[in-house]
């Protein structure tokens, strides 16, 4: 194994400093922000690479002495929300603060004291109150497949009727998107555009849940858990949480 | 609800969960029916690649449900025959298209432009991929784990080069985004080995996760307009704010009798949902009863002064945000510039606040 560590090691080395000739002479379609992109990746995997020639010893833990309780959570949801929501009210949009907010939000979240659960939390606290902020202010953002979604639940509720649809996607057979839209509507009175944003709020809260809950071999990736959720054709936002793995006892 | 089923079938026997298998899967299957059958080769191509698997974790429940799973795809396509023979149309029609496109997408690259801000966006990314080829050189990872990440990573390369070379085909989006987040299984754990390998290793960790974060909150991508931050290619940049969520809803009332229209696809959607009981299509573009709406930036439809000129001339109306014409991939570089001109060969039917809305352009 260790052999192969190194042949990698070293075509990552000569990769790193191959692919701007590459670039350069036009040998293959390279786009610059792609050559950018290309070099920072294989620069993080040369140090991880010399990191994993090392032996194991025992788990070495950053905290900071910050621990996370439920009024740090509520307290930081309601504040990363009144910072965004005012700077884009006076400013049409965020500035300064929400940044720092938001990074200082993020670290504590990483790296403060307390259960895994309250990390979690807080992460969907941050994000969820930066999104209510958008939310708010925006209409929300949408691709393609979303805005038919919800004018798909707009047709059902306005005619009362599933037959009535006058557009179908061939992927799929039955608009099971649309219909829990229109159930969300009717049953909480909201248009189908806010249903959607409560489902995506509801994602946000049960993915982290559904991966810190899980149970078997997959627990182990609860050691850190990764959140990565996926926006129109790009990911949004990716929260890790730091801390020691240990296995959960029951369910 | 792909990685639900997975964790479901990889669990522990577990009399209670098993029964939730077939649930998943026919949610699943009447969900999206093409990402269905993809998931129904991976977990075959799993079976295949480790035995393992299939004996020690699965068992005969495994292979009926596997089964089960095949005959509901083979019924569902079955009762719609018609949409068989139109999926298999359409995937033909959807992979020629797809690359005459992304040539043609090719060519006129070098209109759009994406600033070196929006690598921001990507570095989780980098740090997903980097850190999950590590651990494929971690010995205690199970064989059938390394096996999966060194797939999903190939997947990840093929996209980023695919991307590169046919930029119109979206591979980052159908391979690549997919790929990523299988691979994100991997990250933790290799994170967490990397955290065992002494102190260098646990500084090493913190840094890919600090930098992480500093990627994310700079990116902007929950940060739109930010004038601090990167500007990310799609995301949330470029969104309607509530003035002109205002002005949109007043300029669809005077939308009357047939109108072809181009506008920035945000726009152009929420126009689509306004309409909605009149829809006719939604993709691409938006068909109504009586609206035909060009969506720019939607799936590489760039609108550059030429192509702008001759649909106005073809009778199109123009709705103009300030904001949609930053958003990138929607309109050339080059088009801000000339657009005052342009605009004043046209008669101007609504000029709000950021907002212009324009018609027949006639030659100076």
Same mark, same amino acid.
């Given at each position: 194994m260790k052999k192969l560590l190194i042949i990698n090691f070293l075509i990552i080395i000569v990769g790193i400093l191959i692919l701007p000739i590459v670039y350069l002479k036009n040998i293959f379609t390279l786009s610059f922000n792609g050559l950018v992109l290309i070099e920072i990746t294989l620069l993080i995997l040369t140090p991880l690479l010399i990191v994993t020639f090392r032996d194991e010893k025992e788990i070495t833990t950053f905290f900071l002495n910050f621990s996370i309780t439920k009024i740090v959570i509520i307290l930081f949801g309601i504040i990363i929300f009144i910072i965004a929501y005012t700077e884009m009210i006076i400013l049409g949009y965020t500035y300064f603060l929400t940044l720092s907010f938001l990074f200082v939000a993020l670290f504590i979240a990483l790296f403060g004291r307390g259960k895994h659960v309250a990390k979690i939390a807080l992460a969907i606290a941050i994000v969820g109150g930066l999104i209510s902020a958008l939310y708010g202010f925006y209409v929300p953002t949408f691709g393609a497949d979303t805005w038919r979604d919800v004018s798909i639940s707009k047709q059902i509720i306005i005619t009362g009727s599933f037959e009535s649809v006058s557009i179908r996607h061939p992927a799929y057979p039955i608009p099971l998107v649309p219909l829990l839209y229109t159930v969300m509507s009717l049953s909480l009175g909201f248009s189908p555009v806010w249903s959607n944003s409560i489902s995506g709020f509801a994602y946000l809260v049960l993915l982290p849940l559904f991966i810190y809950y899980q149970r078997g071999w997959?627990?182990?990736?609860?050691?850190h858990t990764i959140l990565v959720c996926w926006r129109w054709l790009r990911p949004s936002y990716l929260y890790g949480q730091y801390g020691s793995y240990r296995r959960r006892t029951r369910c | 609800m792909v990685m639900m089923i997975l964790y479901l079938l990889l669990m522990r026997d577990d009399k209670r969960r098993i029964t939730l298998i077939p649930v998943a899967l026919l949610a699943l299957i009447f969900g999206h029916l093409a990402v269905a059958i993809i998931f129904g080769f991976l977990v075959g191509l799993l079976m295949i690649l480790n035995s393992k698997l299939l004996i020690n974790k699965l068992n005969k429940k495994f292979i009926i449900l596997y089964i089960f799973f095949f005959i509901i795809i083979i019924v569902v396509l079955f009762v719609e025959m018609t949409y068989l023979k139109k999926s298999v149309e359409m995937l033909w029609r959807g992979i020629t298209s797809l690359i005459i496109e992304a040539n043609a997408r090719t060519a006129s690259e070098e209109q759009s432009f994406q600033p070196i801000s929006t690598v921001l966006s990507y570095i989780p990314i980098s740090v997903i991929v980097a850190t999950s080829f590590v651990s494929l050189?971690?010995?205690?990872?199970p064989s059938w784990l390394r096996t999966l990440t060194a797939i999903t990573l190939v997947s990840v390369g093929m996209a980023f080069f695919a991307e590169q070379a046919l930029p119109g085909i979206t591979a980052v989006r159908y391979i690549g985004y997919p790929a990523a987040v299988i691979l994100s299984i991997t990250l933790p754990l290799g994170l967490h080995k990397l955290s065992k390998r002494g102190r260098l290793g646990s500084i090493c960790t913190t840094v890919l996760i600090i930098v992480v974060i500093l990627a994310f909150v700079f990116s902007g991508s929950l940060t739109p307009g930010n004038p601090l931050t990167g500007v990310p290619s799609f995301g949330v940049y470029g969104l309607i704010a509530y003035d002109e969520n205002v002005q949109i809803k007043m300029i669809n009332q005077l939308l009357t009798g047939k109108i072809q229209i181009v506008t920035d696809w945000r726009t152009g959607l929420f126009l689509g949902y306004l309409n909605a009981l009149d829809l006719k299509r939604m993709s691409y573009g938006v068909e109504t009863e009586n609206l035909t709406i060009a969506n720019a *930036?939607?799936? *590489?439809f760039i609108v550059s002064e030429e192509r702008l000129v001759t649909m106005l001339k073809r009778g199109y109306v123009l709705i103009l945000r300030d904001k949609g014409l930053d958003m990138i991939e929607s309109f050339t570089r080059d088009l801000k510039i000339k657009l005052k001109n342009l605009i004043h060969n046209t008669n101007i039917i609504y000029n709000g606040e950021k907002m212009v809305v324009t018609s027949n352009y006639i030659e100076s």
């Open positions: 997959l627990a182990v990736t609860r050691s | 050189f971690i010995s205690t990872i *930036g939607a799936y *590489g």
